[in-house]
């Protein structure tokens, strides 16, 4: 193998530089070529390349986003746009590719890679939801993790001066896990996450509950998929059964996609980056890298994209006990 290409597709997540930098050093370190691709698969079928050194990626570690940006790309979706995409890494001669994204972008790449064989192609998990089989963690998810924590705690400042109950949104539209993991580090009353059917009487009694005993501030943390909706819809109908405690609503939104990643996703990403090089010049195609108990594990693509729609059922009761 002499020459490899990186992008960044899909939703961006902190920790995508720290990926992109250990892919484009580790393929230098092996005399590879490396290209990057600006704007994920839309970069792709325009042709948009930029030749990497050393010195592209510098200083980017420790920035959030992607220096290479991101995009959805209907045309990849189609046929046509991926014929134009692989004309363009046959001209330029790559041999491997590296997919940083989520589920979606390694289905793309998937359907690339068995349009196109002479490719060979690894995907990291660079999303912040952390639902992606094949791997504990993926890149962007302990800082967005952290980021609502902050947030939460700064907020629970205000609901217990105020005895108000919050009803925080975060993101997760088919996974609850920043939710969980987030609402079990803040001391929530109630986790709200699509995964569990959510019954709101039974969240009233919860307050009720709380209320009786005069505890200072109510936060509920609510997956922005949950079944019974967004904390606006949610709030709204414990507020018609339960009007003891005044009711703000707040929605993180996309500070939960930016900032600083954090020490543990820079050194993922490091670690995932080096790996998916060591992968592609092994042979390895069609699979994603990720960690599992410390160790690095290869899992092809098609289960990768599988969700994992089982939460560990002791986490949730944990959280309940917790709230009591
Ligand atoms: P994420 O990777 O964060 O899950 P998306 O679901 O938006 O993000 O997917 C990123 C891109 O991957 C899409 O815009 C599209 O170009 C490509 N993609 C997703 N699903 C497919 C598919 N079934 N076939 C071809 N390309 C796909």
Same mark, same amino acid.
């Not at 930029?50 to 979706?77: C, D, E, H, P, Y």
């Not at 803040?186 to 005993?213: F, N, S």
């Given at each position: 193998?002499?020459?490899?290409?990186?992008?960044?597709?899909?939703?961006?997540?902190?920790?995508?530089?720290?990926?992109?930098?250990?892919?484009?050093?580790?393929?230098?370190?092996?005399?590879?070529?490396?290209?990057?691709?600006?704007?994920?698969?839309?970069?792709? %079928?325009?042709?948009?390349?930029?030749?990497?050194?050393?010195?592209?990626?510098?200083?980017?570690?420790?920035?959030?986003?992607?220096?290479? *940006?991101?995009?959805?790309?209907?045309?990849?979706?189609?046929?046509?746009? @991926? @014929?134009?995409?692989?004309?363009?890494? @046959?001209?330029?001669?790559?041999?491997?590719?590296?997919?940083?994204?989520?589920?979606?972008?390694?289905?793309?790449?998937?359907?690339?890679?068995?349009?196109?064989?002479?490719?060979?192609?690894?995907?990291?998990?660079?999303?912040?939801?952390?639902?992606?089989?094949?791997?504990?963690?993926?890149?962007?998810?302990?800082?967005?993790?952290?980021?609502?924590?902050?947030?939460?705690?700064?907020?629970?400042?205000?609901?217990?001066?105020?005895?108000?109950?919050?009803?925080?949104?975060?993101?997760? @539209?088919?996974?609850?896990? %920043?939710?969980?993991?987030?609402?079990?580090?803040?001391?929530?009353?109630?986790?709200?996450?699509?995964?569990? *059917?959510?019954?709101?009487? /039974?969240?009233?009694?919860?307050?009720?509950?709380?209320?009786? /005993?005069?505890?200072?501030?109510?936060?509920?943390?609510?997956?922005?998929?949950?079944?019974?909706?967004?904390?606006?819809?949610?709030?709204?109908?414990?507020?018609?059964?339960?009007?003891?405690?005044?009711?703000?609503?707040?929605?993180?939104?996309?500070?939960?996609?930016?900032?600083?990643?954090?020490?543990?996703?820079?050194?993922?990403?490091?670690?995932?980056?080096?790996?998916?090089?060591?992968?592609?010049?092994?042979?390895?195609?069609?699979?994603?890298?990720?960690?599992?108990?410390?160790?690095?594990?290869?899992?092809?693509?098609?289960?990768?994209?599988?969700?994992?729609?089982?939460?560990?059922?002791?986490?949730?009761?944990?959280?309940?006990?917790?709230?009591?």
């Amino acid at each position: 193998m002499k020459h490899i290409a990186v992008l960044t597709s899909g939703g961006d997540a902190p920790g995508m530089n720290a990926a992109i930098r250990a892919v484009v050093r580790t393929g230098l370190y092996h005399g590879l070529t490396v290209t990057g691709v600006v704007a994920g698969y839309e970069g792709l %079928i325009n042709g948009d390349f930029r030749q990497m050194n050393s010195s592209s990626v510098g200083n980017i570690i420790g920035r959030g986003g992607t220096v290479l *940006k991101t995009a959805r790309s209907k045309r990849f979706m189609e046929a046509d746009g @991926r @014929r134009n995409a692989i004309e363009n890494l @046959r001209k330029l001669g790559v041999e491997g590719l590296v997919v940083i994204g989520g589920d979606g972008s390694f289905r793309g790449a998937d359907i690339l890679a068995s349009e196109f064989p002479e490719l060979r192609v690894v995907g990291i998990p660079g999303t912040i939801d952390n639902d992606l089989v094949g791997t504990d963690f993926t890149i962007g998810y302990d800082t967005a993790i952290n980021t609502v924590v902050e947030a939460v705690d700064n907020i629970r400042d205000t609901a217990s001066s105020h005895n108000r109950l919050f009803f925080v949104e975060v993101m997760g @539209r088919d996974a609850g896990l %920043i939710a969980l993991r987030s609402g079990i580090a803040v001391g929530a009353e109630a986790i709200l996450i699509p995964e569990t *059917k959510t019954h709101v009487d /039974r969240l009233i009694t919860q307050l009720e509950r709380g209320w009786k /005993r005069q505890k200072s501030g109510h936060i509920i943390i609510v997956a922005e998929g949950d079944d019974a909706g967004g904390a606006f819809q949610i709030a709204d109908m414990v507020q018609k059964k339960f009007d003891k405690l005044e009711t703000k609503v707040v929605v993180l939104g996309h500070i939960q996609r930016g900032g600083n990643p954090s020490c543990m996703d820079r050194v993922l990403a490091t670690r995932l980056g080096y790996e998916a090089v060591e992968a592609l010049i092994n042979g390895q195609n069609r699979v994603m890298v990720g960690q599992i108990s410390g160790k690095v594990a290869y899992t092809p693509l098609t289960n990768a994209v599988k969700h994992i729609m089982d939460v560990n059922d002791t986490m949730l009761l944990m959280a309940e006990i917790m709230a009591l």
